[in-house]
């Protein structure tokens, strides 16, 4: 090697060679032989030796990044891809294969995953300056060079079937076509990823990944009820099913969107979750003992989550947590954030301690927590994407907590407590459907704050355009037929009304236009906005009169958002947490006229607001001084609200 690096390559291909002479499986030389063939303009050998060398050690992150560089520079686009996942997925801390990925998935035109790749292999190595220059290219949207064409030498062209062979990438396998189902989802178009996840199924029946990815590309295209039933085909085939929790927990999450699952229903299926994933791993759970005295002491709280970072979550929950109480509390975080960001550079400087769990196993997670000996442990997903529920099945603390993620239950007979206020779960409404015990805040389960984005309300669009426009700018799988005709009656008391709604699935569009249509309201009256960065997205609202909610799954931070842009949102609520969150933040407003328990005290809370322009003006422009001065906006308050209810749990575990 130190031949071959000092480009003495006759020298080094001598030495490989007698060492393949003795030891013919040996995984290094043939990788470092087919490296040097690459080098020496003979690709189909490179292939073939690299290949080999897979064979033998199919765990060799370096040859897998290599072996990407050469499908790249035969025009083997996908399977260059699909090699540098791989060698990431071996060994996470790769700057090179990074920076390679970003490079194939900027040709790809995926430019949000290329500068997502790039700055990862930044922030592993600072000082990387062609990752630098890359993700700056990225960031400018100049394309690299296109790949070479396609190859049409016979003997190249068998050598690519035969590496693509060896370590199943062939082009038409169910392989390829889950992976570019996946590169379809990441870039929003979920119709696209549905008919390429079919075909992966065609040729593999029994694909539970591919079922389960086919079930969230169809709940983002609204279709629920098709959703849940590959959620459940997954789960089943999921081999063994204990190792993957993806099917089971998409599916437990999603029939919260959906209007036919009762409390109980959802109850069932959660303790089936717990029952297949988590009841053996709690079972082995080693107890804590009581601490000795009940003086009070310094509590060292740590939070677990995926999502410290720009999403809802880390967005919602870090102005509360930069103001909690180092004195009183040492704040540990178990990040498991795949691509860092700003936001997660803030959590970083908020922690007295930092650990990154991102690819760790749940058991060695639990065990540094056990070992940091942390007192109050906190999820912050339940089932949101990239849980690490099973951390918790193993109690590695004696108290644990979930919130933040939404308002529901985790089903994990582990988990001591979820946090709510009194609005969302009036207390005894729905205790017998929670595996843990409720622990309350007293105003409200939600802070918001805008992180600094600078968009003010505008005048009321209806001064304007003459007619009303009504919106909902939720996720399309929170809308269903029930919804839909809701929305359609109060549509037809404003006959001259429109609506706005975000989709960028296609079918989602023609199934909301169709199901309109056949109550009276012609498509030209419904318009769509796509998602995208945060701060067009709140421009939307500048084009929006009056916010309809989602039923049974309320918005959530969509609505706070949609307050904080001075558009008022008539909720309609019912008996689930989820279903009560408009209720919670309108009576946290002092707005409680806008929350209503009747689909007729709906439509004419909605048509009331759309009948009083001058009413509906001022309260455009008096909404976000309303929302400064709630409870929704104190986050000093909220985070000493938090650790008093802190200070409970461990009272209740110290002092039973």
Known sequence: MQLHQSGQLPGAEALYRQILARHPEHADALHMLGLLAFQRGRPPVALRLMAQALRVNAGAAPCLANLGIVFTAVGRLESAIAVNRRALRVQPRYPEALNNLGNLLLVSGLSDEAIASFNEAIRQRPEYSQAQANLSRAQQNISPPPLPPPPKDPILLDAIADAERSIGLLLDTAQAHFNLGNALLAIDDPDAAIAVYQKALQMQPNYSDAHNN?????????????????????????????????????????????????????????????????????????????????????????????????????RNVLPIFERHDHSEFEVFYYSAVEAPD????????????????????????????????????????????????????????????????????????????????????????????????????????????????????????????????????????KINAEVLNLWASVMAGDPDSHLVLMARSHSARQWVRQSMAREGIPADRIDFVEPGPRVEYLRHYHGIDIGLDSYPYNGHSTSLDSFWMGVPVVSL???????????????????????????????????????????????????????????????GRFAGDLETLYRRCWQHFANP
């Open 214 to 314: 086919l079930g969230n590309a169809l709940k983002d295209s609204g279709r629920l009820t098709d959703a849940l039933e590959h959620f459940q085909i997954a789960a089943r085939q999921a081999i063994p099913p204990q190792t993957s929790t993806a099917g089971d927990s998409n599916f437990v999450y999603s029939i919260l969107f959906h209007p036919d699952y009762s409390q109980q229903a959802i109850r069932d299926a959660l303790g089936r979750w717990n029952g297949r994933h988590a009841a053996a791993i709690t079972a082995a759970a080693l107890p804590h003992p009581r601490p000795v005295g009940t003086a009070k002491r310094k509590l060292r709280i740590g939070y677990v989550s995926p999502d410290l970072r720009d999403h809802v979550v880390g």
């Open 573 to 635: 609520m019912g008996d689930k947490a989820i279903s009560r969150a408009g209720y919670s933040q309108l009576m946290n407003l002092d707005l409680p006229q806008l929350a209503v328990r009747t689909q007729g005290d709906f439509r004419a809370a909605a048509l009331g607001l759309a009948q009083n322009p001058e009413g509906l003006a001022d309260l455009r422009a008096t909404l976000r001084q309303r929302m400064q001065g709630s409870p929704l906006m104190d986050a």
């Open 342 to 477: 700003e936001i997660t550079a803030r959590f970083v400087a908020n922690a007295d301690r930092w650990h990154d769990i991102t690819g760790m196993p749940d058991a060695d997670a639990a065990k540094q927590i056990r070992a940091d000996g942390i007192d109050v442990l906190v999820d912050l997903s339940l089932h949101l994407a990239h849980h690490r529920l099973l951390i918790f099945a193993g109690k590695p603390a004696p108290v644990q907590i979930t919130w933040a993620g939404y308002p529901g239950s985790t089903g994990l007979t582990a988990m001591d407590w979820r946090i709510s206020d009194p609005h969302l779960d009036p207390p005894g409404l729905n205790d017998d459907y929670y595996s843990e015990k409720t622990e309350y805040l007293p105003h409200s389960f939600w802070c918001y704050d805008p992180l600094g984005i600078d968009l003010q309300p505008n005048d009321l669009p209806a001064q304007r355009n003459g007619f009303t426009t009504f919106g909902c700018l939720n996720n399309i799988c």
